[in-house]
């Protein structure tokens, strides 16, 4: 258990509002991760965040924004949903103490309709 | 670009018998880490065994073991002793080691475990 905790775990949602889901650690890793997981493609990286007020973009981050304001909590944001961004979204940590590994939440269900 | 495939959609075993799933890599990096994941249908991803690039010996945990192949770019994981809760999708997945923080996944491996 890698000490992640991801909400809302379920939302639908109307076209053309915003989401925001949360991500919230409590073991004070550096670096933390947005994918999602869509058939036929796996995860991919939306956005990664190497510290409070320091973030980067992945391979498919338009449309998607992020903040982390405290080590703890990293949130993605849509700022206007579409049917595109329905997918489960998964937030993941890096464990600098055990290899660089890479462990995830438990996902959040995000249908937009 | 980093890609990584999996050749096999689906596969089967019987219960107590052993299986491998193949994975491929593609990379010029020296340096990199590479990952096999678990997704059983409640949908989180469980790490299941990693292995670091510069590291000859093959990774084991318990009965999960890997046959890592630098020279062919080959990643393949054997569970033995198969049991009903091995059932799942397993990914295979590549990340390089300098300021490269994207995990690149395979399509995925759907395992059946025959009672």
């Known amino acids: 258990d890698a000490g992640i905790t991801q909400s809302p775990r379920h939302k639908v949602t109307e076209t053309g509002t915003p989401v925001t889901l949360r991500c919230h650690q409590t073991?004070?890793?550096?670096?933390m991760y947005w994918y999602r997981q869509d058939p036929g493609h796996g995860l991919r990286l939306i956005h990664y965040?190497?510290?409070?007020?320091?973030?980067d973009k992945g391979e498919v981050s338009d449309g998607y924004s992020v903040s982390r304001s405290k080590t703890e909590d990293f949130l993605l944001t849509l700022e206007s949903a579409t049917s595109s961004q329905t997918s489960v979204y998964f937030c993941?940590?890096?464990?600098?103490?055990?290899?660089?590994?890479?462990?995830f939440g438990e996902g959040s269900w995000l249908t937009v309709v | 670009a980093q890609t990584v495939t999996q050749s096999q959609p689906e596969m089967s075993v019987q219960e107590a018998e052993t299986v491998t799933l193949s994975c491929t890599y593609d990379t010029s990096e020296s340096d990199y880490y590479l990952f096999w994941y678990k997704q059983p249908p409640s949908r989180q991803m469980i790490l299941v065994i990693r292995q670091e690039a510069y590291k000859q010996q093959n990774a084991t945990e318990n009965r999960f073991s890997v046959n890592f192949q630098k020279a062919a770019k080959s990643f393949s994981l054997k569970i033995s002793d198969s049991q009903l809760g091995d059932a799942a999708m397993y990914f295979c997945a590549y990340r390089g080691n300098f300021g490269n923080e994207k995990l690149t996944f395979g399509t995925g491996t759907r395992l059946t475990i025959i009672p």
């Open positions: 073991e004070n890793h550096r670096y």
């Open positions: 993941a940590i890096r464990d600098d103490r055990d290899g660089n590994t890479i462990y």
């Open positions: 965040s190497y510290g409070v007020k320091d973030t």
